[in-house]
């Protein structure tokens, strides 16, 4: 069984070879109304969500799938204290797959261990957003021709930003890959993205506070 909670738990070639599939599934979509016939999905939000919570529920449904779940902490049982292992284990008698967000980071990775069916991190805390690296990739994909070889700029909240983390993890096992990271001071990339991902892997980036800052050193 396999669990979607940080993307390095994909090869880059599982990646690569998902991202085929999701062109394959867009371009004729009839083709692939019924592969997830009677199994069900359960969307697990602890927290809020509009887009991500929604994608998950049309993609099942376009599959052919149920959806079963709760939008927000508040409506769950862990309003009058159930635990995430407690939850995971009744949702594992319901349910085929779960999707989880929520604002605590590692939670979804608790959840896995206590499952009995594939949980997928649908965001956790300012942690990891892997299904969303998943679209910015095939976007730049589409949108460039390519995922090696580009100079990519994040700018704005890089601390907290699970989306920003998620996604240079995932680009720094392609070749040829710059980053320009742009933000204030106090909102600057984690240390573990520069000393864990970045340098051991010998990627140029830049850290500065405007991009018109970072042009002389790329």
């Given at each position: 069984?396999r ?8 090869t880059?070639e599982?990646?690569?070879s998902?991202m ?5 599934i867009?371009d004729d979509?009839?083709a692939?109304k019924?592969v997830?016939a009677?199994?069900?999905?359960a969307?697990?939000f602890?927290?809020p ?9 049309a993609a099942?449904?376009n599959l ?5 779940g ?18 995971i284990?009744?949702i594992?008698?319901v349910?085929?797959?779960?999707a989880?967000?929520?604002p605590?980071?590692?939670?979804p990775?608790?959840a896995?261990?206590y499952s009995?069916i ?8 300012g ?6 690296t998943?679209l ?13 070889h580009l ?8 601390k907290?930003g ?5 996604l ?9 890959m710059?980053f ?12 573990y993205i520069?000393?864990?991902?970045l340098?051991?892997?010998?990627i140029?980036?830049?850290e ?5 800052e970072?042009?002389?050193?790329l």
């Amino acid at each position: 069984m396999r669990h979607l909670i940080d993307p390095a738990d994909f090869t880059l070639e599982e990646t690569l070879s998902l991202m085929d599939l999701a062109d394959r599934i867009h371009d004729d979509p009839a083709a692939y109304k019924d592969v997830a016939a009677r199994k069900r999905l359960a969307t697990l939000f602890y927290e809020p969500s509009t887009r991500t919570r929604l994608s998950f529920e049309a993609a099942m449904l376009n599959l052919g799938g149920q959806v079963l779940g709760f939008p927000d902490a508040g409506v769950s049982s862990a309003s009058k204290g159930e635990t995430v292992a407690d939850t995971i284990r009744v949702i594992s008698c319901v349910a085929d797959i779960a999707a989880m967000r929520h604002p605590k980071e590692g939670a979804p990775l608790r959840a896995s261990r206590y499952s009995r069916i594939p949980v997928i991190n649908a965001g956790d805390g300012g942690h990891s957003h892997p299904t969303q690296t998943l679209l910015d990739m095939m976007t730049i994909r589409q949108r460039k021709g390519r995922l090696d070889h580009l100079t990519i700029g994040f700018c704005g909240d890089l601390k907290f930003g699970r989306t920003v983390h998620s996604l240079i993890k995932s680009l720094s096992r392609l070749p040829g890959m710059k980053f320009v990271l742009i933000s204030p001071e106090e909102l600057r990339v984690p240390d573990y993205i520069i000393s864990e991902i970045l340098e051991p892997n010998n990627i140029p980036y830049v850290e500065t506070r405007s991009m018109e800052e970072a042009l002389p050193d790329l």
